[in-house]
C-alpha cells in the first residue's frame, strides 16, 4: 500500500503547512537532535509539489539550546516564509521523504515494523528528532508526539 501523509495545518505542531504562490507546497518544521549531552536545533523547510513529492529542501541549523546566541525560531521561520512564498495555510498530501543533512536524517519517513507490532502496522516518523508519528487512517492527518 502506499503511505501518504495528510498533512492538516493546526495551533500546535503544524503551524507552517500550506500552500505557495507557484501552487506548490510547504512545511516548516522546527526539529532537534539530541546526543544526550545538549540539544541541537534546525528548522526544516520543505517543498513539495501539487502531487504531494519533496521537490526541495532546506535545513538551517539554529545552533545548540545551551548557547545563548542561538537564531531566533520566529526570526527563521519569518524569513524562510518570505523566501519561499507564502501564500496560505491549508492541508495538502505528503509522499514520504528523507534529506540528510548535518549528518542526520530529516524528513517523513516510514517506520520499520519494530519487534512485537502487528503485521501491516504502519507509521510515520518525523526526523530526526522523533517529534511526530503519522498513522492511519491517513485521511484523518493523525498524529502523535
Not at 503511505?3 to 500552500?19: K, Q, S, Y
Not at 520543505?46 to 539550546?65: E, T, V, W
Not at 491549508?90 to 528523507?98: D, G, Q
Request: charged residues 25%.
Amino acid at each position: 500500500m502506499e503511505i501518504r501523509v495528510h498533512l492538516i495545518p493546526d495551533d500546535f505542531h503544524l503551524t507552517h503547512v500550506g500552500e505557495l504562490h507557484d501552487g506548490n507546497y510547504f512545511w516548516i518544521d522546527n526539529q532537534l537532535a539530541s546526543d544526550g549531552n545538549d540539544t541541537h536545533d534546525f528548522i526544516a523547510v520543505y517543498i513539495c509539489d501539487r502531487k504531494g513529492n519533496l521537490i526541495d529542501s532546506k535545513i538551517i541549523d539554529r545552533g545548540l539550546r545551551s548557547n545563548s546566541d542561538q537564531l531566533p525560531l520566529k526570526e527563521v521561520i519569518d524569513r524562510e516564509s518570505k523566501r519561499t512564498g507564502v501564500k496560505r495555510r491549508t492541508s495538502f498530501w505528503a509522499f514520504p521523504f528523507s534529506v540528510a543533512a548535518f549528518g542526520l536524517t530529516f524528513g517523513l519517513v516510514v517506520r520499520d515494523r519494530q519487534a512485537g507490532e502487528l503485521d501491516g502496522y504502519q507509521a510515520v516518523d518525523v526526523l530526526p528528532g522523533y517529534t511526530l508519528m503519522f498513522y492511519p487512517p491517513w485521511s484523518d492527518g493523525l498524529y502523535d508526539t
